[in-house]
């Protein structure tokens, strides 16, 4: 337990978006695995925007446990990575843990993680031992990591699992960048002196639905891969360069075909197809450089990055306005 004003060891950042329906098994399983820890602590949640009970659900959470819980409720959507990183700036502890709400990473293995970190790491990330997830989605999820790996040189086996933890000195880096489009735990392997992973155990969802599909996956590839490595600009560079060889290559044979033996009408399909196919290839370079240039264009307009509405926390004198919280969320 931590009291009021009591600097606490280890920091839970959770963010939470549509979450009702297992919220209640995440408290039930998560402050009893945090109190027999016997360490000081916090536990942060992060309203990304939901649009069911889970405000009410979290005020009341707050309600229980004062002493160590704390809300940061958004204006509205920014995403999860988001979400963690206003966790990350209302922490206090020196190891900061992140968790999923759909108790996949049951939170019992907390105690690895703390371990490990007072063995002298900064950074522990964490191996599913068994994953619980769709076979396409572990399929695809192991080829977006090689992939990503290749191209970023992060070195994270399990990209997609959210229990890990930071040490201070990271998340005090992390909080002094002002990315728009970032990934947390990319951003943080980056900055460790001592990283490491270990292996834990997962769970299936308890509860309510998954927040990705197929296609946020490959967007959050996408994003990671252009977010941290300049290797698909070069790679396209490279092949504008074999495939200008190649027409060439392709021209001069065309046109002695043309001198010595005569032109050929069944060849114009062959012309189409390739030209097609070039076609194509520009497409994709015009989209690459555009999501580099998007990039850019959000980050110059220097808007923020998200909007807090409330933060539900122990203030000594004052008592939190969760009536007027809760009639907001219920108008939404």
Known sequence: MTALGMKPEVS??????????????????????????????????????SR??????????????????????????????????AGFEQTRGDIVITLDADLQNPPEE???????????YDYVGSIRRKRQDSAWRTYASKAMNRLRERITNIHITDQGNMLRAYGRNVIDLVNQCGEVNTFVPALAYKFSRKPTEIVVEHEERAAGESKYSLYSLIRLNFDLMTGFSLVPL????????????????????????????????????????IAFF????????????GEYVGRIYQQVRARPRYVVATILQGIPGEKPDLEGVEKRQVAR
């Open 12 to 49: 839970i950042v959770i963010p939470v978006y549509n979450e009702e329906a297992g919220l209640a098994n995440l408290f039930a399983r998560l402050y009893p695995a945090m109190d027999k820890l016997g360490l000081p602590y916090e536990v942060i949640f992060i309203n990304d925007g």
């Open 278 to 289: 070039f076609m194509g290839v520009i497409l994709f370079g015009i989209g690459l450089v």
């Open 234 to 273: 070069q790679l396209f560079s490279l092949m504008g360069m074999v495939l200008s060889l190649l027409s060439a290559l392709l021209v001069v044979v065309l046109l002695v075909r043309r001198l010595f033996i005569g032109s050929e009408a069944d060849g114009v399909f062959t012309l189409f197809a």
């Open 110 to 120: 907390i105690h690895k993680l703390v371990a490990k970190m007072r063995e002298g």
């Open 52 to 85: 069911d009970n889970s405000v009410a659900i979290l005020a009341e959470q707050y309600r229980k446990r004062p002493d160590v819980t704390r809300v940061v409720l958004f204006n509205g959507n920014y995403g999860q990575h988001m979400a963690i990183l």
